[in-house]
């Protein structure tokens, strides 16, 4: 597997020596100081060129970067299926190498560059002082973001609303509908409630990653391990234990998060959703009324 100065310096060296190419901008994780550091990140990478249709029209161009397994062209995809897609502002490959890195390169004119609009961004080349003074890249954009009363109050609602689809899907053993439910609908609320949370308890500070993936750097660990119990499989019981699970936190945590934000947790609706929750459960399946 080449190394990190190896990639770099195929990277910036091929800009270099391409007339084409006229500045070299970075992002994604290896720009941020607070992710982890591992084998698997990605060198995401922006080519500010003079003009991408060479580059786009060159289907070969890109095996200078090494031997590939397979790869992406998102905005051939993209197109593909009916979007409205423009080569010539921005184009794109995600590549998986043989040996083990990944660089998800972009091409982009100068006057198209939106290097601007994320403070993600490093610069690693610039032969003509095309680009923006930009400051050191901070993942300030991606913290959490204290909510308006609102907002919260709308999560929680939707929360315990959408648990009325859970329950009768539970019921019905309609296992897919129910999962779907709960990964679009519920957890997502049971997120925002434990970041904001965080939120709270570091200034909003932090950011706690794509799909929450670090939210257990200020979590106890015991609440870390109730919302890992919020993912189940496909068996029924278990997912209602995951959905008991949830509603726990939920009821824990959600009143904190109101008297914070000088509103108010509407026990009244959380009290009856979750009853109806135990009703249904209990609820025998040749059941000709639930009430």
Same mark, same amino acid.
Request: aromatic share 14%; net charge negative.
């Given at each position: ?6 990639? &770099? ?77 423009? &080569? ?125 993936? &670090? ?77």
């Amino acid at each position: 597997m080449r190394t990190e100065q190896e990639m &770099y310096d195929l990277i910036v060296g091929t800009a270099k020596a391409d007339e084409r190419v006229r500045a070299v901008y970075m992002n994604g994780s290896r720009t941020n100081p607070n992710v982890p550091r591992d084998i698997f990140q990605d060198y995401d990478v922006v080519y500010v060129v003079t003009e991408t249709k060479p580059f786009y029209e060159d289907k070969n161009w890109i095996d200078i970067f090494g031997e590939r397994l397979y790869m992406q062209i998102p905005y051939e995809l993209d197109k593909s299926v009916g979007m409205d897609v423009d &080569y010539d502002k921005r184009y794109a490959w995600l590549i998986q190498f043989a040996d083990g890195n990944r660089l998800d390169l972009t091409v982009e004119p100068a006057w198209c560059s939106n290097i601007t609009d994320d403070k993600l961004c490093k610069i690693l080349l610039d032969k003509d002082g095309i680009l923006p003074n930009i400051p050191e890249s901070t993942d300030e954009d991606y913290r959490v973001k204290k909510p308006a009363a609102e907002e919260f109050c709308a999560a929680c609602n939707e929360f315990w609303w959408c648990m009325n689809n859970v329950a009768k899907g539970l019921w019905r053993e309609e296992a897919p509908y129910v999962l779907d439910m709960i990964n679009h609908w519920i957890r997502p609320q049971v997120v925002k409630i434990l970041s904001w949370k965080i939120g709270f308890d570091t200034d909003f500070t932090v950011s706690v990653g794509k799909s929450a993936k &670090y939210m257990y750097k200020w979590l106890e660990p015991a609440v870390w391990q109730r919302f890992l119990d919020t993912y189940s499989g496909a068996d029924i019981s278990a997912v209602w234990d995951s959905v008991f699970v949830m509603c726990g936190l939920m009821d824990e945590f959600a009143p904190e998060i109101a008297k914070k934000l000088q509103t108010e947790y509407d026990i009244t609706m959380a009290k009856n959703s979750r009853m109806w929750l135990e009703k249904v459960q209990k609820l025998p399946k040749n059941a000709k009324e639930i009430i």
